[in-house]
C-alpha cells in the first residue's frame, strides 16, 4: 500500500511538472503584437495598481520566478523578464498577482505568509523521522504515527492556503493582460491561460500528495482507537 501511494503521487507530481514546462515551452516562442516584454508587463501593472515599494528584478534559472512579500521583490526568471512572448507575460502578471494581493491584504496570502514557518518544520519531520525511527528505535510505531499525521496535516492545509493564492494570481493576470491590451483576445489569449492553467496542476498535484500522506497516516489511527473502544 505504501509503495502505491508512493508511485501514485510521484506520478502525478512528474505529471503536472512535465505538463508546465511542455506548455511552457510551447508557447515560449514567437512576440505578442504589442512587443512588451514580461519586466516591461510587470513594472506597468504594478504602477497602475499604486504599487511601487516593490523592486523587480531577474535572476537565471527556468521558472524560478516568485514574489517574496518579506523583501517585496518580484523576482522573474531572465527568459521571462527580457521575454516577449505569451507565456513569459503571463508569467509575469501572475507574480504581479501576488504583489497585488499583499498589498490589498488579500487573507489566503497571510495565512499561507504565517504558515511558512511551522511547514518547513513539518517537511524535516516527514523526512527524517522515518529515518530517526529506522536506525534509532527510540520512537515507538505508535508514537511516529502520530507526529507524521500531525506533519502530513500541517504540509496538507499549507497546499490547501495555497491553492486560492495561485487560482486568484492567475485569474488576476488573465484579466489585467487583456484589460490592459497587453495581449490580445484569440491565440494570445488563449495561450496565457494556457500556461496559467498548467502551473495550477502542480499546486493541485502537491495538495492532492500531501492530502494522501495525511490520510494515509491518520486513517489507520482512527480504526486502530474504534477497534480499542470497541
Known sequence: MIW??????MALSLWAMWRVKAVYHRYNQGEVRSGISGGEVAAEILRRNGIRDVEITHAEGLLGDH????????????????GRTPAA????????GHAIQHA?????????MAAVGITTYANYVVMLLPLLGLFTGLITPL???VIMAGAWGVIM??????????FDASRRAKTVLADFGFILPGAEATAVRKVLDAAAWTYVAAF???????????LPLLAGGSRSRD
Open 67 to 82: 514574489y517574496d512579500p518579506l523583501h517585496k521583490r518580484l523576482v522573474l526568471s531572465e527568459a521571462n523578464y527580457f
Open 208 to 218: 492532492v500528495t500531501s492530502l494522501a500522506y495525511f490520510l494515509s497516516h491518520v
Open 143 to 145: 508514537t511516529g504515527a
Open 104 to 112: 490589498r491584504a488579500y487573507q489566503p496570502l497571510h495565512w499561507r
Open 157 to 166: 492545509l499549507f497546499n490547501l492556503v495555497t491553492l486560492p493564492v495561485e
Open 4 to 9: 502505491l501511494l508512493f508511485l501514485g503521487t
Open 89 to 96: 507575460l503571463g508569467v509575469a502578471a501572475h507574480e504581479c
